[in-house]
């Protein structure tokens, strides 16, 4: 009787768990279905003159197609280390991680670099896919801090225009900004970061660093001098540029604090669903703005993730 009881006793406890797998599995294919909602949503919103359209395959993969015709795969469902996402990352990847919109005062705990992974199929796609594409759509922006060369693609040389005119004012209030900033170290240049043999953000004409220290960089100090860096750089220059798309590289766990990037997609979305965890109670969208566009872009999303 007692034999009998305790084999009762573990196909139950194995019939509970097997319940309470299946149950954590749907919860999370619902939260990744609501993600990957956000991501596109965000996605279209930011870059509208270079993505078309999205696409769903049989086997449930999902696509940009851009402008030029290409598709962009979203998600290639592999799973991958933090250091494989950055060598092989698909554009679910690098909206993973929430971006902080906070100011912060050291560096980022390990294995949090929100921007820095990058989908290079996206960007080529984007911006270009060679140094002569890329110098095509270069335009020279004159700024109080000299002429910066940067991508004409998707307003990004508008808004670092704009980042920069912003900080010059700042600056005539706060003199300490201007020794933050000028000189610069650079916007354009068509190089891999170094000992990786990825293409720099610079290569795309994305990014520009500003004036460099030697505890800008996590290979040129360790994390308490980056830290120490961190905490006395001025919140007005990293919240002007993240008003303007950029995201600042001092709010990543391998900091590059000279370093800012235009992502305004990792922007956007820190801003509407930063906070927002994913409920029964509410609908994926919620946190964004809704006007007409956002509408029809969430029925547009609706009808090819749901079918």
């Keep these: 009787m007692k034999r009998l009881a305790k084999v009762l006793f573990i196909v ?7 319940e309470s797998s299946i149950f954590a599995y749907e919860e999370n294919v ?13 996605l ?17 993969f999902i696509y940009l197609i851009m402008q030029n015709n290409n598709k962009v795969l979203y998600d290639d469902k592999k799973e991958k280390s933090h250091e494989q996402k950055f060598y092989n990352s698909d554009l679910q990847d690098t909206l993973e991680q929430i971006y902080p919109l906070d100011m912060i005062t050291d560096v980022m705990e390990e294995g949090k670099d929100p921007g820095r992974i990058r989908s290079y199929s996206f960007l080529s796609n984007v911006y270009g896919g060679s140094k002569e594409a890329v110098q095509k759509n270069i335009i020279n922006k004159n700024t109080y801090y000299g002429t910066m060369m940067f991508n004409k693609i998707n307003g990004a040389a508008d808004n670092l225009e704009k980042a920069l005119n912003k900080v010059s004012e700042l600056a005539k209030q706060n003199t300490n900004i201007y020794n933050f900033v000028s000189p610069t170290s650079g916007t354009f240049n068509y190089r891999v970061i170094k000992d990786t043999g990825q293409l720099s953000p610079h290569a795309f004409a994305i990014a520009i660093d500003l004036k460099s220290d030697p505890a800008d960089y996590w290979k040129w100090c360790n994390r308490e001098k980056g830290g120490n860096r961190i905490s006395i750089y001025p919140e007005e220059i990293v919240k002007t540029f993240e008003e303007c798309g950029f995201v600042w590289g001092g709010k990543w766990a391998h900091f590059d604090i000279l370093h800012f990037e235009y992502r305004p997609e990792i922007i956007l979305k820190a801003k ?21 566009h956002t509408e029809a872009l969430i029925q547009k999303i609706n009808s090819i993730i749901d079918k």
């Design 12 to 18: 139950m406890s194995f019939l509970l768990s097997i």
């Design 30 to 42: 619902d939260d990744y279905i609501c993600n990957t909602k956000r991501d596109l949503l965000v």
């Design 44 to 60: 279209m919103l930011t870059y509208p003159e270079c993505i078309k359209d999205i696409e769903k395959d049989e086997e449930g």
């Design 272 to 292: 509407c669903f930063g906070n927002n965890e994913v409920t029964e109670n509410k609908e994926w969208y919620e946190g964004c703005e809704i006007n007409q």
